[in-house]
């Protein structure tokens, strides 16, 4: 695990992001490390997690690592993408896991963080949702899961200005469950831990597992689910995606034209 670093204190497992050289981009080889991750505390019967970054970060992560992003036609976040996996992994480990926040998280990184079961930010943490300066179609299960996070006019600000909102209102809306000063959040991070794992895990796995059903209880007819395909599609195979792409690659601004 070259891009995370592991640790375990008997029932609480803590995985840092550990790649600042790419301000800890989801590459497809930093995912597979914390999947990976998720596996072992899973076999050594981890019962709360620790996601975080190092300590005084500027950035949590950069959300996608766009350098992996496909420039043909191929859907660059279908099922298969390790984003998702990782994501399926957050939302089915039975023991709650928290996310430590410090510094900026931004795009896909997002996603990552509202899968945790608790957030825990410091007061400089904010949250940027960019896939609209790029020109990516965004999968529509992570559109489902920043619904489920947050209030759908919310949802629609960050997604179509990609401009970062404060840990403070994410905080006032439900988001966010504690805002910490940077020099304490650690240890109120591990106190809390301590107490999810000090009671009943099978309780706790029970009730995590009905409300992440509960929370998928919701119907969509085939028709409509094909039409948020075709919707993807038609983004993927544009002139803009290939432009935001390129643009990201020659570090300059992209020139959409709707086409």
């Known amino acids: 695990m070259a891009l995370v670093s592991v640790e375990e204190d008997g029932a609480i497992g803590t995985i840092t992001l550990d790649h600042p050289e790419k301000r800890n981009a989801l590459s497809e080889a930093l995912l597979g490390d914390l999947v990976a991750a998720f596996d072992q505390f899973r076999e050594h019967s981890i019962r709360a997690v ?74 400089d943490t904010t949250f940027a949702i960019t896939p609209a300066r790029l020109g990516v179609p965004y999968n529509v299960t992570g559109l489902k899961s920043l619904v489920a996070a947050l209030p759908v006019a919310v949802v629609k600000e960050m997604i179509f200005t990609a401009r970062p909102l404060g840990v403070e209102r994410l905080y006032q809306l439900g ?7 940077a020099d ?53 195979e544009s002139r803009d995606y290939r432009e935001g792409l390129k643009a990201f690659a020659e570090k300059r601004p992209p020139v959409f034209r709707g086409e």
């Open 50 to 123: 620790v996601l975080r970054a190092r300590p005084g970060v500027k950035v949590w992560s950069a959300g996608h690592d766009v350098d992996e992003l496909p420039t043909s036609q191929r859907d660059p976040l279908g099922w298969s993408y390790p984003l998702r996996a990782l994501v399926r992994r957050l939302q089915e480990f039975p023991e709650p896991v928290i996310a430590l926040i410090e510094g900026g998280v931004w795009g896909g990184a997002c996603e990552v963080a509202f899968a945790c079961d608790l957030i825990n930010a410091t007061p």
């Open 175 to 181: 988001a966010v469950n504690h805002i910490v000063p």
């Open 184 to 236: 304490r959040i650690a240890a109120f991070t591990t106190d809390q831990a301590r107490s999810i794992a000090a009671n009943a895990s099978l309780t706790i796995a029970a009730m995590k597992e009905s409300l992440r059903i509960l929370a998928d209880a919701h119907s969509l007819a085939p028709t409509q689910f094909e039409r948020l395909q075709d919707l993807r599609r038609q983004v993927g």
